[in-house]
């Protein structure tokens, strides 16, 4: 017999496996508990390997479905650009946008973007999504998971094509009741003496700090290191130490302990739209890049 898995089976391991749970996953999938139990009962009986394993009351995947899991993700994906498609088909008019930005982009650029791009085409879908890493994004760019991608890290791949939007630069974000967060700049050497949470030692933000700090002959009092700029600045408004992000992360300052301010050192980077080089922006994605630079200056 040939043990073939369905796409709703597919679909139900995978949701089981993300929500943690029969009941959760049977939320998602707006069915009874039961049904999920016994078509689980049915595809282990089908593929004839246990796929799940009790530990503590809770279900855990057998190394059986841990196997399967990455095909089953990209079976996933899959799915879910041929429903893009379909709508993109069925409105001809307004098809699906699928656009993702890095992390310190999705606080402020990306959901006012994304604001005004759906006030001129109302009848377009809006998916969007945030990766840490350019090889995250350019995984889903060169899959077609997303049309573009605006990222203020650089986005050196050769098949990947870069369009520059803005110039930016990073800020300092300092606790309010320090002398420095009162100041109308604030110079490395001054911040050197400060605690300091940095935004990734090995990611873009974090080296380009540190290394302006090794050109100017200093070592920042590192205590801390954290992947986005949100998280910085969410751990530097309890008062533990200072941080230096992008100001796109803080062009709303939202924390309510914290104060923005510029670094006399100039530390610039630029935001991009990027897309793959054998997939040609589409149209839908020409329409978002246009809301995008009438919202940011061009750069030169």
Request: positive net charge.
């Amino acid at each position: 017999m040939t043990r073939k898995l369905n796409f709703k089976q597919i679909e139900m391991l995978w949701t089981v496996v993300t929500a943690g749970s029969i009941s959760a996953a049977a939320k998602q999938l707006d069915v009874t508990q039961p049904a999920i139990s016994r078509m689980l009962a049915q595809t282990e009986a089908h593929v004839g390997v246990e796929l799940f394993e009790r530990v503590r009351g809770r279900l855990r995947p057998t190394k059986a479905l841990n196997d399967l899991l990455p095909e089953i993700e990209r079976a996933q994906k899959a799915l879910q650009r041929v429903n893009d498609m379909t709508r993109a088909i069925a409105d001809s008019r307004g098809g699906v946008l699928k656009v993702a930005s890095n992390p310190s982009l999705s606080t402020h650029v990306m959901p006012r973007a994304l604001a005004a791009f759906r006030a001129r085409h109302p009848e377009t879908f809006l998916r969007f999504q945030t990766e840490t890493t350019i090889q995250e994004i350019a995984e889903k760019l060169l899959s077609g998971e997303v049309d573009a991608a605006v990222l203020t890290i650089p986005a050196e791949h050769p098949f990947l094509s870069s369009q520059a939007i803005c110039a930016g630069r990073l800020v300092a974000v300092i606790p309010a009741d320090q002398p420095l967060a009162r100041q109308r700049a604030v110079s490395l050497r001054a911040l050197a003496a400060l605690p300091q949470i940095v935004v990734g030692e090995r990611l873009h933000f974090g080296m380009l700090a540190a290394n302006a700090f090794a050109r100017a002959g200093l070592s920042p009092r590192v205590f801390a290191d954290v992947p986005t700029s949100h998280l910085a600045c969410a751990m530097a408004n309890t008062g533990v130490g200072y941080a230096i992000v992008d100001e796109f992360s803080v062009m709303e300052n939202i924390w309510p302990n914290l104060c923005v301010v510029p670094l006399e050192e100039e530390l610039s980077l630029r935001m991009l739209l990027v897309h793959a080089v054998d997939r040609p922006l589409s149209e839908v994605a020409k329409r978002f890049a246009q809301v995008l630079r009438g919202l940011y200056r061009t750069a030169d």
